[in-house]
Each structure stands twice: as structure tokens, then as C-alpha cells.
């Protein structure tokens, strides 16, 4: 199956430096990745859109100056958290649809094992 | 129109037992439609998906009644083990669009 992998996956910062959290499709080629935020015992909520060589669209509410996202190639997307604050400590989970070659996106989502923040 | 609502919010059932867990949809757009486990700490794992035109899909335990008439759909375990214990979203996408998730649902298997 797809893999997708999330580096790293427990990071503790202090208030005010930004982290940067990688998400890597390691067997597939992906045009298109996700990054969502969950809550403990919540549901996952989109953050943003990532889209290889463009802008990240973001969803309603998310600072996109805050949440910085960038795809620079078709396996790799990164986040960075700037200036983190201890409300910012959550779980951020990437996800990854597989590129098909000359066909459409299967609408298959393959997510990363997930990345802990917490901002002292 | 982009909700997707899912019941119970938890769910306690024997090892062996039949445990159900119902989604229901607004969008008409929507054809893709997963359901994922996911365990304490970890990312969810895609467990079994099905499009609107078919009723019933079924992959080892693992099975998806789909009612496109009524916007529903539901996941079924069938002989469920202490390991099926987790959380399970379902959601719902068009093509390879963004999924809109459930609320989730935990389910403990007992012995």
C-alpha cells in the first residue's frame, strides 16, 4: 500500500521558534497533499490544501501567515508552525493522494503516522 | 451541505459481536466515501472505501452497506476482536477532492 511518512513525529518547542514538519509520499508521487489538525478525541479538521508548485489554499480560519506550507516537490510537503504558542500544540497529520499516470486521482487518501507538538 | 454526521460517538461490544457505525451525507456531489481506523497516537489508516454505485462492498471483516436513496452509509465488523478496538471516522469526497470527515467513533471490543 501507499506510504506516507511524517518526520517528526514528537517535537517540544519552546514559545516563539517555528517548527517545521515534513510529509513525504515515499512510494508514490502525489500533485496534491492535506495537512489536518486533531484535537484529543476529536475529529481531524483541514488545515490547508497543499498543491505541488503552487499556492497552499487554506481553509476558513487558518492563518496562513501562521501556518506556512510548501510543496516543492511531487513527494514532499513541509509546515512550518511560526512563532508557536502553547495553543498551537496539537497532533498535525499529513495525507497524500496517489497520482495515477495518465488517469485522474484515485480520490484514495493515505495518511502520515501523525506529528505531536507541544509548545512549552 | 458539507456535514457528514456519524453515530455513536462510542461503542462497547463483546469479542465477536457485530458492531455498526452509520454515517449520513448532505452533498449529492459527493462519490467517494472511506472509512478509516485509527489507534491511539497514530495517523488513521485508510480501512475500506466505496462509490455510489454500489450497495455493499466487503473486504475481509471489514464490510459498507451504501443507501445513496437516503444519503447513508454504514460500517459493519463482523466477529470483532479486542485488536478492532480504535476509533473510526468515516468521511466523504468528490473525486480527488479534500474529505470531509465524521466525528468518529470509539469502539471497545471486550473480552
Known amino acids: 500500500g501507499a506510504v506516507v511518512s511524517q518526520h517528526p513525529s514528537r517535537v517540544i518547542c519552546k514559545s516563539g521558534t517555528s517548527v517545521k514538519i515534513e510529509c513525504r509520499s515515499l512510494d508514490f508521487q502525489a500533485t496534491t497533499m492535506f495537512w489536518y489538525r486533531q484535537f484529543p478525541k476529536q475529529s481531524l479538521m483541514l488545515m490547508a490544501t497543499s498543491n505541488e508548485g503552487s499556492k497552499a489554499t487554506y481553509e476558513q480560519g487558518v492563518e496562513k501567515d501562521k501556518f506556512l506550507i510548501n510543496h516543492a516537490s511531487l513527494t514532499l510537503s513541509t509546515l512550518t508552525v511560526t512563532s508557536a504558542h502553547p495553543e498551537d500544540s496539537s497532533f498535525y497529520i499529513c495525507s497524500a493522494i496517489p497520482l495515477q499516470r495518465g488517469r485522474s486521482n484515485t480520490g484514495e487518501l493515505f495518511f502520515g503516522e501523525g506529528s505531536r507538538l507541544t509548545v512549552l | 451541505q458539507q456535514q457528514v454526521k456519524q453515530s455513536p460517538q462510542s461503542l462497547i461490544v463483546q469479542k465477536g459481536g457485530i458492531p455498526i457505525i452509520n454515517c449520513a451525507y448532505e452533498n449529492t456531489a459527493f462519490d467517494y466515501f472511506p472509512w478509516y481506523q485509527q489507534f491511539p497516537g497514530k495517523g488513521p489508516a485508510l480501512l475500506i472505501a466505496?462509490?455510489?454505485?454500489?450497495s455493499e462492498k466487503k473486504e475481509g471483516r471489514f464490510t459498507i452497506s451504501f443507501n445513496k436513496s437516503a444519503k447513508q452509509f454504514s460500517l459493519h465488523i463482523m466477529d470483532s476482536q479486542p485488536g478492532d478496538s480504535a476509533t473510526y471516522f468515516c468521511a466523504a469526497g468528490r473525486g480527488g477532492n479534500k474529505l470531509t470527515f465524521g466525528t468518529g467513533t470509539q469502539l471497545k471490543v471486550e473480552l
Open positions: 466505496i462509490r455510489p454505485d454500489v
